[in-house]
């Protein structure tokens, strides 16, 4: 079992890498996520927000960047699961397509690196940290596809 300081370093690690890696050898996370690409050198920090009304919902505001939303997209358009026009959900039990992989890792660092809103509680957090450690993170996804007029506001 992990200790505190170990937790943190691990969580670290994973965020940012070794300390010996360079930025310039690899690309940061503010590459993917939104508002991402900004010349200012820092990191962008996720910022998480609890949904009110929906207990366990949490949003992630510009978590990745136009340009990935587009190569996420066609990535699912690839897969060919939306091909018929009577199929608009697909869902995947353990190997996933390395899209998603990706997509599960940044959803990782993001829980790892981030801000919590002011109005969430200071124990809450996007994800449970026994769960944050879990290989895989995810073993099950599910993707919807949403035509205009569809999605009805509650």
Not at 17 to 22: I, K, P, R, V
Not at 67 to 77: E, P
Not at 99 to 105: S, V
Request: net charge negative; hydrophobic share 35%; with cysteine.
């Amino acid at each position: 079992m992990e200790d505190g300081a170990d937790f943190q370093r691990r969580a670290l690690r994973e965020a940012f890498g070794d300390s010996s890696d360079s930025d310039a050898d690899s690309p940061s996370a503010a590459d993917s996520r939104g508002g991402g690409g900004g010349g200012g050198g820092e990191r962008d920090r996720a910022r998480w927000e609890m949904v009110e009304g929906v207990k366990g919902l949490w949003l992630c505001p510009n978590f990745l960047s136009p340009k990935n939303q587009s190569s996420l997209l066609s990535a699912v358009n690839r897969e060919g699961w939306f091909s018929d026009d009577a199929h608009n959900q697909a869902m995947r039990f353990g190997d996933f397509p390395e899209w998603a992989t990706e997509l599960t890792r940044l959803v990782r660092e993001a829980v790892c690196v981030s801000e919590i809103s002011s109005r969430a509680d200071q124990e809450a957090c996007p994800l449970p940290l026994d769960l944050l450690w879990r290989e895989p993170l995810f073993d099950q996804l599910i993707a919807n596809v949403y035509k205009p007029g569809n999605l009805r506001a509650c």
